[in-house]
């Protein structure tokens, strides 16, 4: 099987299996989208909805998170992965914002990736699902299911390399909901340490589903 015989096989799967899918994050505009996303970094999507509501009803624009006690909003957020470091990136994130960019997340990749918190995966995440832009957000789990699904070689052995075949490969108009795809197969059916490849539709054609 080609490569891009292979995409195409998967893609086809995906899109008849969730042919509309989005973000698990809950948010009410694209600042508390930024806000998620950069809380979700090593925690999960359930843990981060937990704690936004209070958070975002506290602190729901720029403005007022910039203006906040680093001490106060650590208390919201605290049963997330490091609050302490994330508590401090988002009030210089909400500062930086009102200084240049009048309190609005900025949709270039660049301007995005100054923002305090903000990686290149969460710069992704922002310009596919507030934006609409062909941003492929490459997490542990996009790159676990990249790699055993045969979609990219073992010679991309960082997120980078992998976001660049996944975007090469992807024609632009699916990578937003491709990203998603991808996520949720690796976060509820190819699980890390024990894929469930019973109920995967993809079985057949996955290199790694043999070893399991």
Same mark, same amino acid.
């Given at each position: 099987?080609?490569?891009?015989?292979?995409?195409?096989?998967?893609?086809?799967?995906?899109?008849?299996?969730? $042919?509309?899918? #989005?973000?698990?994050?809950?948010?009410?505009?694209?600042?508390?989208?930024?806000?998620?996303?950069?809380? !979700?970094?090593?925690?999960?999507?359930?843990?981060?909805?937990?704690?936004?509501?209070?958070?975002?009803?506290?602190f729901p #624009?720029?403005?007022?998170?910039?203006?906040?006690?680093?001490?106060?909003?650590?208390?919201?957020?605290?049963?997330? !992965?490091?609050?302490?470091?994330?508590?401090?990136?988002?009030?210089?994130?909400?500062?930086?914002?009102?200084?240049?960019?009048?309190?609005?997340?900025?949709?270039?990749?660049?301007?995005l990736l100054?923002?305090?918190?903000?990686?290149?995966?969460?710069?992704?995440?922002?310009?596919?699902?507030?934006?609409?832009?062909?941003?492929?957000?490459? #997490?542990?789990?996009?790159?676990?299911?990249?790699?055993?699904?045969?979609?990219?070689?073992?010679?991309?052995?960082?997120?980078l390399l992998?976001?660049?075949?996944?975007?090469?490969?992807?024609? #632009?108009?699916?990578?937003?909901?491709?990203?998603?795809?991808?996520?949720?197969?690796?976060?509820?059916?190819?699980?890390?340490?024990?894929?469930?490849?019973?109920?995967?539709?993809? !079985?057949?054609?996955? $290199?790694?589903?043999?070893?399991?």
């Open positions: 099987m080609t490569r891009k015989e292979r995409y195409k096989q998967v893609l086809a799967y995906f899109e008849e299996l969730m $042919p509309v899918v #989005d973000t698990e994050l809950e948010f009410g505009s694209i600042f508390q989208l930024l806000v998620a996303v950069i809380l !979700s970094a090593q925690c999960t999507d359930k843990r981060v909805n937990q704690v936004t509501p209070e958070l975002f009803a506290r #624009d720029a403005a007022s998170m910039a203006s906040a006690d680093i001490d106060e909003l650590f208390e919201y957020i605290k049963s997330v !992965s490091y609050p302490n470091s994330k508590a401090r990136h988002l009030v210089e994130m909400a500062r930086l914002l009102i200084e240049r960019h009048n309190g609005e997340v900025p949709n270039d990749m660049n301007m100054e923002l305090p918190g903000v990686g290149r995966k969460t710069a992704n995440v922002i310009q596919a699902v507030a934006f609409g832009r062909a941003a492929m957000a490459v #997490d542990t789990h996009v790159f676990r299911v990249s790699h055993r699904l045969g979609l990219v070689s073992p010679k991309d052995n960082t997120p992998v976001e660049k075949t996944l975007t090469k490969n992807i024609p #632009d108009d699916l990578i937003p909901r491709a990203h998603h795809w991808l996520l949720l197969h690796g976060r509820y059916v190819c699980t890390s340490r024990r894929p469930h490849c019973e109920q995967c539709g993809l !079985s057949m054609l996955c $290199p790694a589903a043999q070893s399991y």
